[in-house]
């Protein structure tokens, strides 16, 4: 008899949630030059804001230690040191509570023997994996409290790279609890279209670091025109820092002209996969799920384009980074589908 598993997977479904909020808020929090305004990690205590004036002046006194404020922000009042602070906050509050909202429901189902035994050492490693993330988030904001005023982007890089991590295993897992359906014939799937959906996957996700990148160097705001950077297919001056492979990471040209080709790259294969699944495969699941990767990854790039012709305004770059998510959770569902109709 099939285990109910229904519980567990809307448990999962709110853990997957709660952390594209995160992400979510992230992106704002970067957008508004947010992100350096707590300059301490305290996991426990740090859940409580500031409660009296003295508390936020507190605060404020240890932001104004920072380069970020004598450079950029010098002169801030306090009212606007506590409209940056609160996105910060958020961002960190919503951090901590995917942390109880997975501990103790997954220590009940546990106890309860509602996780098959096969899945219950992998929940296991992505709590871990949660709490790595913590420390990668304030691995990433002590680059910018000494010498910078931003974040390493290659710290952010990671940090967005642990989070979408975490997101891709919560969704496969979600996936792998889905009562399986039968009539699925397997010589209809190549072994070319299961390579072609974990290539896509992969490129995907490295497309997801490379927008982080992007981001930390606010390389969007470089070349703001389309199909052309200026009016030119590759610019100048793209390797101009030595050692050469630094241009990668900190040339912001270069970082923009990545994002791009790579999005090209991603778009036209997940095309060329739908098709081809289209043409020759009986799983309406993994049609479907195909077309919507399809899709979306249009709509992705449509509104990359017109992020980087808007000069990137706050609400678009938040739009452009929810949309990265839904892309990626997409890419694992359709994944998944591959695989589980191999094996069924």
Known sequence: MQANYRPVRIWLAIIALLIVATAVVGAATRLT???LSI??????????PPLSDADWQAAFAKYRE???YAKLNKGMSLAAFQTIFWWEWSHRLLARSIGAVFFLPFLVFLAKGMLPRRLAPRLAAIFLLGGLQGFVGWYMVKSGLVDRVDVSPIRLALHLGMATLVLALVVWTWADLAPPRPGVR???LTRGQRLSAWLLLALVYVQVLLGAIVAGLKAGRTYNTWPLMDGQIIPDGLWTMTPGWL???DNAGLVQL?????AYVVVL???FHAVSLLRTADDERVRRS???????LLAQMALGIWTLLAWVPIHLGVAHQLGALVVLMLTVWHTFAMHRATRT
């Open 33 to 35: 030059g947010s992100g």
């Open 39 to 48: 300059t301490e990690w305290n996991p426990i205590m740090g859940v409580l």
């Open 66 to 68: 920072i380069p970020q």
């Open 186 to 188: 397997l010589s209809t």
């Open 247 to 249: 241009n990668i990471f």
């Open 258 to 262: 990545n994002h791009r080709m790579m």
């Open 269 to 271: 294969l997940a095309l």
């Open 290 to 296: 195909a077309t919507l990767v399809a899709i979306a």
